[in-house]
């Protein structure tokens, strides 16, 4: 077995296999108890996805199990999710099938276009407008 073989060594270690995007959508968790009875929703914040997994945030883990579907909010698809961490309020997730690039743009050109990424730009506002003028505050008459 050659170094760098074995993919927990050193080099591999922090390398990511997929490119992660940061994105700030409204989510829906969606848990199917044993019974197979009415699916339990949960929402959820995305923070950042990726081909191969998600984290998000969430309220509350409690009664969460460790496999769900993610639901993004205007995108129609479920993506199967397995759990890779949990902290408070957060959660990591690996896609049980990595999803396509065409999902993952749309996921993020949308979160791009309803201004979760990227602010509005406000005009730059000058300091003492209009006191040269005779303008607010200004004693020159």
Not at 37 to 56: E, H, N, T, Y
Not at 83 to 106: A, C, M, N, P, W
């Amino acid at each position: 077995m050659s170094i760098g073989a074995d993919p927990r060594s050193a080099a591999g270690l922090y390398e990511r296999k997929w490119e992660r995007y940061s994105v700030n959508r409204q989510g829906m968790l969606m848990t199917v108890g044993f019974d197979l009875g009415a699916p339990k929703m949960r929402s959820c914040q995305l923070i950042d996805i990726s081909q191969g997994g998600a984290s998000f945030s969430v309220t509350t883990t409690i009664g969460l199990p460790l496999h769900y579907y993610l639901s993004v909010v205007g995108v129609a698809s479920r993506i199967g999710c397995a759990e890779v961490y949990r902290t408070d309020s957060r959660i990591g997730v690996q896609f049980i099938k990595e999803i396509d690039e065409e999902l993952l743009h749309t996921i993020v050109r949308a979160d791009y276009f309803t201004g979760g990424a990227a602010k509005p730009k406000v005009p730059e506002r000058r300091y003492m407008v209009g006191v040269e003028k005779g303008g607010l505050g200004s004693r020159i008459t």
